[in-house]
């Protein structure tokens, strides 16, 4: 592609944040070793699927790298596709009618020239490769994460390897090229053009402040639906419980967990507990996380129509005495080896934000922070298990 020379690449990027690159994406490869790179002028997104059942997704930011450098294919009269820069222009048109419900009248001049540039890529090549240097920057085995952690966090970021990452556009390999002292790695890897991806328009930002259930953005994809206008449960915590859980689920026999938000019952407990509960050959195991200041920062459910806040304001009682005397606020039975997807991730995260919605769907959003305020977030979807309603109450109780 002669013509493809002469016009810069649609990626450039050089990242010393090798170890973290690969911890991001080795924790979603668990998931599926085929992904859906999604490239725009914020970063780079990467979305994996399996059976349609979970889903993941990992957004490196621009601020990993130390030079990123992006060329929408938007309008280039040279543009070899004709068809994806057809597509391309008429999503970005879409995207921006859409934006003006938000009154956002920032730059209005780009037409869409920042937008999404979707890619189809082998993750499991990808990941053998950040191996080679990348597995050595850290290693970081403990369960326990807390300010202690934090120097092993920072050693990404004085790697001595450096990571980089370039697309020349549609047709092209993507290539990654790593380098450590005199030694350099190249490796090129095939990709097909994701116009299918194009046509879901999805609007999650996954590089969105976790706090922010309203924030919109552009990570395409094939996803699972999440309808933050309906969420039912949203617990902040630190990851480390939840890790601890995960690995207390895992017991012979257990196909399912059930994860329900169990009403307040005095005198053990003044407010609802969220509890992940699942049932092997041996017997059962519980793991609750109640409302507690050193477990998380934020719980909020809904019940009757009704959202409380419960922000460890122990002088507030969130008008709990006006709830009904249900069984249950919510409940919802997923598959295990789908959850149990997210243990690399959670071992890699500081902080994360559950969430179940309406429909059932779950959402998992680990917050991880490498120093000097740079963050990256990784997401987990999981469709519910189509259980009878009596049967997941029963469960339960």
């Known amino acids: 592609m002669n013509s493809l020379s002469s016009t810069p690449p649609v990626l450039d990027a050089v990242s010393t944040s090798i170890g973290f690159i690969f911890r991001l994406l080795k924790s979603i490869a668990l998931v599926s070793t085929r992904t859906r790179a999604t490239v725009t002028s914020t970063g780079i997104t990467f979305t994996v699927s399996h059976a349609q059942v979970v889903q993941a997704t990992v957004f490196l930011s621009k601020s990993l790298f130390t030079s990123y450098q992006f060329n929408s294919p938007y309008g280039s009269k040279e543009s070899q596709n004709e068809t994806l820069s057809s597509r391309?222009?008429?999503?970005?048109?879409?995207?921006?009618?859409?934006?003006?419900?938000?009154?956002?009248?920032?730059?209005?001049?780009?037409?869409?020239?920042?937008?999404?540039?979707?890619?189809?890529?082998?993750?499991?090549?990808?990941?053998?490769?950040?191996?080679?240097?990348?597995?050595?920057?850290?290693?970081?085995?403990?369960?326990?994460?807390?300010?202690?952690?934090?120097?092993?966090?920072?050693?990404?970021?004085?790697?001595?390897?450096?990571?980089?990452?370039?697309?020349?556009?549609?047709?092209?390999?993507?290539?990654?090229?790593?380098?450590?002292?005199?030694?350099?790695?190249?490796?090129?890897?095939?990709?097909?053009?994701?116009?299918?991806?194009?046509?879901?328009?999805?609007?999650?930002?996954?590089?969105?402040?976790?706090?922010?259930?309203?924030?919109?953005?552009?990570?395409?994809?094939?996803?699972?639906?999440?309808?933050?206008?309906?969420?039912?449960?949203?617990?902040?915590?630190?990851?480390?419980?939840?890790?601890?859980?995960?690995?207390?689920?895992?017991?012979?026999?257990?196909?399912?967990?059930?994860?329900?938000?169990?009403?307040?019952?005095?005198?053990?407990?003044?407010?609802?507990?969220?509890?992940?509960?699942?049932?092997?050959?041996?017997?059962?195991?519980?793991?609750?996380?109640?409302?507690?200041?050193?477990?998380?920062?934020?719980?909020?459910?809904?019940?009757?129509?009704?959202?409380?806040?419960?922000?460890?304001?122990?002088?507030?009682?969130?008008n709990n005495s006006d709830d009904d005397d249900d069984d249950e606020i919510v409940s919802n039975r997923y598959p295990l080896s789908s959850v149990q997807k997210i243990r690399e991730a959670v071992k890699l995260a500081q902080k994360l934000n559950l969430r179940m919605d309406d429909n059932g769907v779950l959402d998992i959003q680990f917050m991880c922070d490498i120093g000097d305020g740079r963050q990256s977030f990784i997401d987990f979807r999981f469709l519910p298990l189509h259980d009878d309603d009596e049967h997941s109450r029963t469960q339960a109780s």
């Not at 859409?98 to 189809?120: E, R, T």
């Open 88 to 318: 391309l222009q008429q999503r970005a048109r879409k995207r921006k009618r859409d934006s003006n419900d938000h009154d956002d009248d920032g730059d209005g001049d780009d037409d869409g020239l920042n937008a999404a540039v979707p890619i189809s890529l082998s993750l499991g090549s990808l990941v053998e490769c950040l191996q080679i240097f990348g597995s050595t920057d850290l290693t970081r085995t403990s369960s326990s994460k807390g300010p202690e952690d934090e120097p092993g966090v920072k050693q990404f970021l004085t790697s001595s390897s450096t990571c980089k990452i370039r697309y020349e556009g549609p047709g092209s390999p993507f290539i990654l090229m790593l380098k450590d002292g005199s030694l350099t790695t190249t490796c090129e890897f095939v990709t097909f053009d994701d116009l299918d991806g194009l046509d879901d328009d999805d609007d999650t930002d996954y590089g969105a402040n976790m706090y922010d259930d309203n924030k919109t953005g552009n990570a395409g994809g094939r996803v699972i639906r999440f309808n933050s206008d309906t969420v039912s449960v949203l617990y902040i915590m630190k990851s480390q419980f939840l890790e601890d859980a995960v690995r207390e689920l895992d017991m012979p026999g257990a196909d399912s967990v059930l994860i329900t938000v169990a009403p307040a019952s005095p005198p053990q407990s003044s407010h609802p507990t969220l509890k992940l509960i699942a049932q092997g050959e041996i017997g059962s195991v519980e793991y609750c996380f109640p409302r507690n200041h050193a477990i998380g920062e934020r719980f909020v459910y809904r019940r009757n129509d009704k959202y409380n806040d419960d922000n460890h304001d122990d002088n507030h009682d969130n």
